[in-house]
């Protein structure tokens, strides 16, 4: 029988600093949360002259106190601490629900105590609103940060066949955040020889066992096809790991609203496409409007400006318009600040008919990173995306969304292939899933497989974390 060192063993267990996550959540929801008490009372400071009254600093810090005791507790009901397996909007949604469950439970205890009369409804309110805003980013920035740890997630064993395992490890390491950390592998077939992406492999059963008993690892994911789990003789599984995954490779549904129901001891599972339910659609364009004519509002002065840049950088119309296919295929133009020469279209296949490599780039990505075609301007609103402004026009007519799946030009609609008849079924949106990704680099491929992603996970919950992502993408300048 093998074994694996014990090094390694001490590895695995000195890595699940599970704990200390929960200290670092533990903090930065007490910091966020007294920023927005702070916050919420210094802006009512400032708008004494026009509101009048004053602002009780003794009520208000000893509100915060309670305020922060209702939220921690209902984060750790929740699952908030420290939250391994929850996506991003999922976590967007509880906080959410603790931070208005927490002002509910806080509006209760003044009203107890006769002191809601004196208690600021403003300072309640924007506390309310900032608290749940800085929570989320918070826990963000968190997340982001020290997923790239060892020590950060949970220690997990992946079992499988190496055609599943693989992808699997791929998707964990990639979605850090998460929480789950692969950190052995075992393949019941006993074919695989050597590690998948460092993860060591396990040989046989009983060292899976003596593996599991020395480190304590309480998760397992199984990746192989559920028909196979009784040729497998799954139960000793079920004693040795009381966690148990399951990933289903080939469900041709979305994974983000997923609900088990229990037939009588059979699992089902239901799952809706939101974003092809009229009501959820009309909701889902009200939000982008909402937030649309809210970007006109701010950005108008910006548009004077760009146009002036644009105007003097080089010969030409201020705005561009591209045919792009929009909802059932339909074309409509597509609004843009010109970044790029005139004749910029000749002078495309001009370079990729005499430059192969550029012509292989074009191919694979439909975009050049060193593009010759674009003009000095337009490369620096290409890079903070704001050549893209005019095409809150486009939202206001009706061609586009503001969130939503890339736009398509005609001539790539073959290229598409299958997934055209998802992504056409709604409305492109200038920003979406696949920009704020910090994935610019994608293959044409993978863009449509995170346009569907898209899609058959959408929620406005999906699209409010798009939002908070695509500022931050464009404060640090990577562009869409």
């Known amino acids: 029988m093998q074994t694996k060192p014990n090094h390694t063993i001490k590895t695995t267990l000195l890595e699940n600093r599970s704990p200390i996550v929960n200290v670092l959540l533990l903090l930065v929801d007490i910091l966020t949360i007294s920023l927005a008490v702070v916050l919420s009372a210094s802006i009512r400071i400032l708008l004494e ?58 509006g209760v205890f003044l009203f107890l105590q006769q002191l809601a009369l004196a208690y600021s409804r403003f300072i309640f309110m924007l506390t309310w609103l900032l608290s749940a805003l800085f929570m989320m980013l918070g826990r963000f920035a968190l997340r982001n940060r020290f997923s790239r740890f060892d020590w950060w997630g949970i220690p997990m064993v992946i079992i499988g066949s190496q055609k599943n395992v693989t992808p699997v490890i791929e998707k964990l390491f990639q979605n850090r955040r998460l929480g789950f950390r692969p950190v052995f592998y075992f393949d019941p077939e006993m074919q695989s020889e050597g590690p998948i992406h460092g993860v060591p492999v396990i040989h046989d059963r009983e060292s899976l066992q003596q593996v599991v008993t020395d480190s304590g690892i309480k998760h397992v994911v199984f990746t192989d096809p559920l028909n196979k789990v009784a040729s497998f003789n799954f139960h000793w599984i079920r004693d040795v790991f009381p966690n148990i995954l399951f990933v289903l490779n080939t469900a041709p549904f979305g994974s983000l609203w997923v609900r088990t129901i229990d037939l009588h001891g059979t699992l089902a599972i239901e799952t809706n496409y939101h974003l092809l339910n009229k009501r959820e659609t009309i909701i889902k364009r009200v939000w982008d409007l909402f937030l649309t004519l809210l970007l006109l509002l701010v950005s108008w002065p910006i548009f004077l400006l760009l146009s002036l840049m644009v105007r003097l950088d080089s010969k030409g119309p201020i705005l561009y318009k591209q045919k792009r296919l929009g909802q059932n295929g339909n074309p409509f133009d597509s609004f843009k600040f010109r970044t790029m020469y005139d004749n910029a279209e000749e002078k495309l296949q001009d370079l990729l008919a005499n430059d192969p490599a550029a012509n292989r780039e074009y191919e694979k990505y439909h975009k050049l990173a060193n593009d010759p075609r674009v003009t000095r301007v337009g490369k620096i609103l290409r890079r903070y995306s704001l050549d893209e402004l005019p095409q809150l026009i486009n939202v206001l007519k009706g061609d586009m969304n503001l969130i939503g799946p890339r736009s398509y030009l005609p001539r790539e609609l073959d290229a598409m292939g299958e997934y055209a008849s998802i992504i056409l079924k709604v409305r492109p949106g200038i920003t979406g899933w696949w920009q704020v990704m910090g994935r610019n680099a994608t293959s044409f491929s993978e863009r449509l497989q995170l346009d569907e992603y898209y899609i058959s996970n959408w929620s406005i919950w999906l699209d409010i974390y798009i939002s908070i992502k695509t500022v931050w993408v464009l404060i640090n300048g990577h562009g869409l």
Do not use: R, T
Not at 62 to 87: D, E, K, Q, T, V
């Open 49 to 106: 002259p026009i509101m009048g009254g004053d602002v009780n600093w003794n009520l208000i810090l000893n509100g915060m106190i309670f305020f922060m005791i209702f939220n921690l507790l209902l984060a750790w009901l929740n699952g908030l601490y420290p939250g391994f397996g929850l996506a991003a909007v999922h976590e967007m949604q509880k906080v959410l629900y603790v931070v208005s469950l927490g002002s509910v439970f806080l």
